[in-house]
C-alpha cells in the first residue's frame, strides 16, 4: 500500500535527515517506525504526505507516485495525527473532526451526524463533547480528537507522529488499547511513528527500527526484532529486558499446552488422586461434561475416601492471551499451571513454566516476517 523506493532527504545546508530508505507497508498493515530522536522518522513520514519533499527516491500510495499527485487531494487520502494534534481552539470539537469533510465541501448535517459518529467511535459521547472547545478536554480527550479528525473522511492511509507522546504512561496504555480496538476493526494502513519500543512493540504487526539518517536496521514482527535483533544496534533499543517484551507480544499457541490430569465432576476422590498420580502432580482439574472447566481437585482433598471437593479455578486465561498474560496469572495465584480457556470455557490445556519457556523460545522461530 505504501511503497519506498530509496527515499532521501537532504537540507540545503546539506544534513541528511534520511540517506537510502526503501521500505514496502502492506495493506491493512500497522507498520511501527522507532528509532532515537533526530533518526529521521518524522521527516519520512512527512514525505508520505509531501508535507516534505523527498530529494530522492520514489514513493508510492496504492500504486500512485506521491510526487506526481496533487498534495490537496493526496492528503485528502491520507489521515494524520500528530503529538501536539494541532486542533483549532476557537472551534467546537464537532467542527473540529469535521474539518476534511468541510473542505470536502460535505452538506453541513452529513459533516455533522459524522463528526458525531467518530466522536463516538473514539469514545467521546457527543452529547457531552461536541459543542465543547478544546481547552475544555484533557490532553488524552485531545489525541482521542485527534484520531477522530484524522478518520473524518475515511482515507485508507494513516501517518501517526507520536500520536501518544504527551499524555501520562497509563492514559498512554489506554489510548493505545483503543487504538488498537479501533484499527481492529477499521483495518487501515498505519505507519505510526514512536521512539518507544514498547508502544512499537505493542502496537506494530511490523516494527521498522531506524538508526541516524533513516538507516533501516531491521524491519521485523516485534517477537522476531526482540527475540532476534539484527544487529547491536537494534540489541541496544530493545534492551536487557527484551525477553520479558517478547512475552508480552507472543499469543499463546495452542500447540504449546500441556495435557493436565482430568477427572469429570461425577468422578470419586479415588479417581482423581489415580490420575494426578500418574501425571506426577498433587492435584487434577475437574471439567463437566462438555470439557468445561469447573474447578480443580488439591492433593489433601485426594486423600480419604470423601467426595471429590472442588475448589474454583483462578488461573486461568483464555486463548488469545499472550505469554506474558499466563505468566502474571500464574505469578497472582502462585499456581504451577495455568488453565487454557476457549470462548464457551471449555479446557484446551495448561501451561506450565516449562511450557510458558519453550513456548517462548519457539516464538522467534514461528513469527515469520509478514
Ligand atoms: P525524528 O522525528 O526521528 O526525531 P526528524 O525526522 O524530525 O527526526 O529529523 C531528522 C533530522 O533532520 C534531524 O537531525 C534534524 O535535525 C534534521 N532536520 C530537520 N529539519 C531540518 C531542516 N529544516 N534543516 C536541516 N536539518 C533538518
Ligand atoms: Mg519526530
Redesign the pocket.
Known sequence: MIVLEHVG?Q???G?V??GDLSLTIPRGALVALV??????????LKMVNRLIEPTSGRILVDGEDVLKADPVELRRGIGYVIQQVGLFPHQTIRENVATVPTLLRWNRSRARARADELLDLVGLDPSTYADRYPHQLSGGQRQRVGVARALAADPPVLLM?EPFGAVDPIVRERLQDEFLRLQHDLGKTVMF?T?DIDEAVRLGDRVAV?A?GGDLRQYDSPAAVLGKPADDFVAECVGADRGLRRLAVTPIDVADLEDAPLVREDATVADARRVAEEAGVSSALVVDDAERLVGWAPSDHLEGSSDLRVRPMKASVHRSATLKDAWSVMLRYDAGWVAVLDDDRRLLGVLTPDSLHAALRRSVRVTEPV
Open positions: 532527504k537540507y540545503p545546508d544534513s535527515a534520511v528509532g532515537p530522536s533526530g533518526c529521521g522518522k518524522s521527516t519520512t507522529d511513528v521512539h531506524l541516524g
